[in-house]
């Protein structure tokens, strides 16, 4: 993705808020792969909140830098997963961060576990990554 | 409201998509006197669409500067509504614009009247304005 | 592009601001054809600064919906210049708009005129489109 | 502050990309207490940069929600500090968090310690705190 001019700030850079937001949409072309994506976690009627963020960033990302945002889902147990991302630009990483996630039915909006379909869809996924 | 740093860009000025939200932020204040306001809207199955809008930049707006967002409600006819605004630094105009608006039922997202009690309201407020 | 999940807002659509972001995304993407663009542009310490804006909203956007954003530069006069716009999905076009820009002196935020060899370029592709 | 409407998403409730917003306004009406605060910082040469940051949702944010932002600067150290944060809804906890920060010459991006008497005066500060 390349940075938007929007997502600058009065120092010239990527506005610190902005990472969350590549994380997130990492996130979805993530899911995408599997039965829906997350419009379809949605229409089933399940949404993924988040419960906690983390970002360290090591060099500032400037207008129009084109950026790599590698991601991959770990630790899914019951309701809860998380996800780890790397930034990069031109193979260097320039940011780095996690964030934690937890399903809840959309009407509730109590804890449910992630479905068996995507919890298997993403182990197969991740064990045959490299 | 004061400029946030993260409504600045890489010119060292407000982003221009930035008195969008300053201008939604004034409609919520003005309905906010109004019976429950805009949340109070919602509480009752309506939503108010926004169908257009119109700004017009005079002055650059910097970090932490200090504005004042004036704004009306005008031309209630039926369900449509427009809200015109003036935004101030120090007493002097640094930008405008207007908005239009309309009513909709939240579960069919079809036009419905503006509720007589809110046309009454914000029509006697106008009318006292001076 | 893809509607980004922060896009959204609480009525579950695209908020409003969004699409003047996807405007600049839409111009600086136009702009990119020539010698540089956007970044050339003030590397030369030239800015374009946005004068005034306009959108109309005819069917709302969703989250991960696909849109294509058709752009084209017009009224170029001196230190002026617009762009007209019009965003599409699944070919039906759900909004369009116009912004009024000016090209001003990076160090003194004075309006200097538009460079030749990008008025010569941008009035050679345009008068090339169909 | 008031959460805005823009600030929400289609899960009906605050972006968690704009708690990192929230938090840097927090930090800048915090610094306002001190000699011209973050402007006045920006004006002397100095910028702060953002390293690192950490937030951990218990309860959602929804629109017109009133939350309080209680911050304090932490661990002065050379050119870094950092910041603490919890989110308060009508008293009740409902996110907290930290950033970590660098004091950088804003010409050259390099480190540059925190000056002193910006020290001293937040030390002074935090240890009148309850």
Redesign the interface.
Known sequence: MRV???E??????A????Y??WF??AR?EYLRRFDG???GLRQQGI?A?????????RQ?A???DSLVVHTRCIDLRGARFRYEYVVERDGEAIADGWTGHACVDAKT?RPTRVPGWLVEAITAAESAAP
């Open positions: 938007r001019f929007a600058t700030d009065a120092q010239g850079i506005h610190h808020a902005s969350l937001v997130e949409t979805i994506g997350y419009p949404e909140t988040t419960s906690e963020v983390h970002v360290r960033y500032p400037e207008f129009d909006m």
